[in-house]
Antibody
């Protein structure tokens, strides 16, 4: 059974760096073809894809946010970490991590709400 | 990379069918068979309903049907039930650029 859980701060100040951790179980990120992605959703708005990391450490980012994002993995801990720099109130959103077999997200975490405010 | 275009709302009565469209470009929806659909109830995480255009994960009722023609994908929900009322998002994975794009979401109301 695959599960994913997001963790991190619920409140960050403008200009700070956000670090979120996705801790998962039921699969290994060293298995070929597997990836983990981050997706966010501002309150009342649509889903927005942020980043992906694959089993082979290859990573991909949303072009509009690429300069602010870094995604890494720790296979031994079954964790994927997303950092987002220079946070702004418009980055207030629920952040989800999800398992990606290939081309789609089949299982999602419950999400974590991050509020950006001074 | 622009968001895929979905109608903001759709509705139907119980038992009826409704179709939600998702329009992209030849670089995403039209170029690959990696279109997926997600259902999201209020304050819940999205749930995968359709992947690779028309495949249903285990447990998803066969009332949910996905298709694609050119740059437009569609999700048809037949035999509408009250629990189908939710937001629906389409997504496409652009293999050549290796990125994911979501649609703006469609709120489905069961009248």
């Amino acid at each position: 059974q695959i599960t994913l859980k997001e963790s991190g701060p619920t409140l960050v100040k403008p200009t700070q760096t956000l670090t979120l951790t996705c801790t998962f179980s039921g699969f290994s990120l060293s298995t070929g073809g597997v990836g983990v992605g981050w997706i966010r959703q501002p309150p009342g708005k649509a889903l927005e894809w942020l980043a992906l990391i694959y089993w082979d450490d290859d990573d991909r980012y949303s072009p509009s946010l690429k300069s602010r994002l870094t995604i890494t993995k720790d296979t031994s801990k079954n964790q994927v970490v997303l950092t987002m720099t220079n946070m702004d109130p418009v980055d207030t959103a629920t952040y989800y991590c999800a398992h990606m077999p290939w081309g789609y997200f089949d299982l999602w975490g419950r999400g974590t709400l991050v509020t950006v405010s001074s | 990379q622009s968001a895929l275009t979905q109608p903001p709302s759709a509705s139907g009565s119980p038992g009826q069918s409704v179709t939600i469209s998702c329009t992209g470009t030849s670089s995403d929806v039209g170029g690959y068979n990696y279109v997926s659909w997600y259902q999201q109830h209020p304050d819940k995480a999205p749930k995968l309903m359709i992947y690779e255009v028309n495949k249903r994960p285990s447990g998803v009722p066969d009332r949910f049907f996905g298709s694609k023609s050119g740059n437009t994908a569609s999700l048809t929900v037949s035999g509408l039930q009250a629990e189908d009322e939710a937001d629906y998002y389409c997504s496409s994975y652009a293999v050549s650029n290796d990125f994911v794009v979501f649609g703006g979401g469609t709120k489905l109301t069961v009248l």
